[in-house]
């Protein structure tokens, strides 16, 4: 008892740290966290049945390893996209023919663009990339699941980004208001041209459709209601801001969704699989043993 009474607050400190660590990588401003917390509310509906001295453990362990991942994979990112730039020989080059397909730009989604839905759809598609997938990952630690964690780290992320990178490598396309000219309506105010070229590659299919529709698919199957609609409306959002920006053109966004379906079905066989279920075994019993000793 009193080795539960040191040990477990001090995993709780560890991860307040980790989590407070989550919000600093991107700079989360206050309307992402308070997000965050509106969506961790009616949690206890898809709560899993464990003590959290079996959970936490092996839980706090897997929350630390996907924060590294996010902390260190934007720069890693940025550096493939480098190499990318320099050497890559793309086998398709779509600019001109996405551009000649009728309602491809998604000029329909902006015949109504007031100031404050510009603020909002922007605000939703600068934070959405890491937001909508890290509300999905706290909220599944918080419900002391392992396939849970398992199946959002992989359909939102981990499946993504390396069978990602086989159409970024392959396909050229760049974003609807570099191809037609017209201003950025993000006003991402970028120091140089090269800068520019490197962030309008890699449109197709769009990640930024594929992760925010990963977690919509997947947070569909969870007990509250109240998730469900949280959830629900920021990722649609997401998907449209991508439109409404003129960041991504509508074969992409539809790509997207196919491409995070995949991801999706394969990471829900993957966690059903007995090899997974063992590990779900020996996940849960490292906190018994730690406990024990």
């Known amino acids: 008892m009193t080795k539960h009474f040191i040990i477990m607050p001090l995993l709780w400190l560890i991860t307040a740290a980790v989590l407070i660590g989550v919000t600093q990588v991107d700079g989360w401003d206050l309307l992402s966290i308070l997000l965050l917390i509106v969506a961790l509310y009616g949690t206890k509906k898809d709560m899993k049945d ?56 998604g000029a329909w989604m902006r015949l109504w663009q007031p100031a404050w839905l510009t603020h909002y759809m922007s605000w939703v598609y600068r934070n959405g990339f890491t937001l909508s997938y890290w509300i999905c990952i706290i909220r599944a630690f918080f419900t002391k699941d392992v396939k849970k964690m398992g199946v959002y780290a992989l359909g939102g992320y981990l499946l993504q980004t390396p069978f990602i990178l086989i159409f970024y490598n392959t396909v050229f396309l760049q974003e609807v208001w570099f191809v037609q000219g017209t201003p950025d309506i993000l006003v991402r105010n970028f120091k140089s041209a090269a800068e520019v070229y490197t962030t309008v590659l890699n449109c197709f299919p769009s990640m930024h459709t594929s992760i925010a529709f990963a977690a919509l698919l997947l947070s569909m199957k969870e007990k509250s209601k109240w998730y469900r609609w949280i959830i629900g409306i920021y990722c649609i ?3 449209i801001s991508t439109l409404y920006l003129k960041i991504h053109w509508v074969l992409d966004v539809v790509a997207g969704m196919a491409f995070a379906y995949g991801c999706v079905s394969l990471a829900e066989w993957f966690i059903h699989t007995r090899m997974f279920n063992k590990f779900e075994v020996k996940f849960e019993g490292i906190g018994e043993r730690l406990m024990k000793k």
């Not at 924060?67 to 001109?96: C, D, H, R, S």
């Open 50 to 105: 464990i003590p959290w001295v079996k959970f936490i453990p092996a839980g706090l362990a897997t929350l630390i390893i996907f924060f590294l991942i996010y902390k260190y994979a934007n720069p890693l990112w940025n550096q493939v996209i480098g190499w990318q730039t320099k050497n890559i020989k793309y086998m398709f080059k779509w600019n001109e023919w996405f551009n000649s397909i009728p309602y491809n730009d």
């Open 237 to 239: 959002s997401i998907i």
